[in-house]
């Protein structure tokens, strides 16, 4: 079954806007973690916030976890067209990543 | 330092022919894994290898997949004979570390397959 499962599918915002993806899993995890992929390209380790962690920033982006609803968050604050991409969360579920299908995020200039 | 390389980029072949797609990880990277991800669905895990050693490959589909790991260097993955559903875009990636959390993976830019 599938683990990491995002929300929405697909997002389409102005830049300058912020961009919330959502991820939910099934089972307990070590640790979460997010990804970006560019078209034709693989993919590129964002952020990992662990399973006792609640919060964590990097730059223009907000990650939050939390374990009891099995979710977590993915904010990019004052998105830009470079952020264009799909994303993916990814649960650490023992020795192993379990990917979703992503969020495809379109910033238009 | 160099990052993970996959060879080819494309491949396109006939359904019941042999297709080997290559991995090379960062060097000195103990863990590698292989991906893979049909037409825009989950990235689904197909195996993992530390050093030259299987550690999970409850993702392989069926036996038509077989996967090497030479001297814990690079790493190959051979579908034999393909099928049409074999077709997506199937991804390498490679960590150091033995603990027993993952640590951040580090892609390569995958090998779309293409099965006529």
């Known amino acids: 079954s599938q683990q990491g499962e995002e929300d929405p599918q697909a997002l389409s915002i102005q830049e300058g806007e912020n961009a919330t993806m959502n991820c939910s899993y099934k089972?307990?995890?070590?640790?979460l973690q997010w990804y970006r992929q560019n078209s034709g390209r693989g993919l590129v380790h964002l952020i990992l916030i662990r399973s006792n962690e609640r919060e964590k920033h990097s730059g223009r982006l907000r990650v939050t976890l939390d374990t009891s609803k099995k979710s977590s968050s993915l904010l990019i604050t004052a998105s830009r067209a470079a952020d264009t991409a799909s994303y993916f969360c990814a649960t650490d579920a023992g020795g192993k990543l379990i990917f979703g299908q992503g969020t495809e995020l379109s910033v238009k200039p | 330092e160099a990052g993970v390389t996959q060879f080819p980029s494309h491949s396109v072949i006939e359904k019941g022919q042999t297709v080997t797609l290559r991995c090379d990880p960062i060097?000195?990277?103990?863990?590698l894994y292989w991906y893979r991800r049909v037409m825009g669905k989950e990235i689904k895990f197909l195996l993992h290898?530390?050093?030259?050693?299987?550690?999970?490959e409850s993702g392989m589909p069926n036996n038509r997949f077989l996967a090497e790991r030479t001297g814990g260097t690079y790493s190959t993955l051979k579908v034999q004979p393909a099928e049409l559903e074999d077709s997506g875009v199937y991804f390498c990636a490679s960590s150091p570390g033995q603990g027993k959390a993952v640590t951040p993976l580090h892609f390569g830019n995958g090998t779309r397959l293409t099965v006529t």
């Open positions: 060097s000195g990277h103990d863990n």
């Open positions: 290898f530390v050093k030259e050693s299987k550690q999970d």
């Open positions: 089972t307990s995890i070590n640790n």
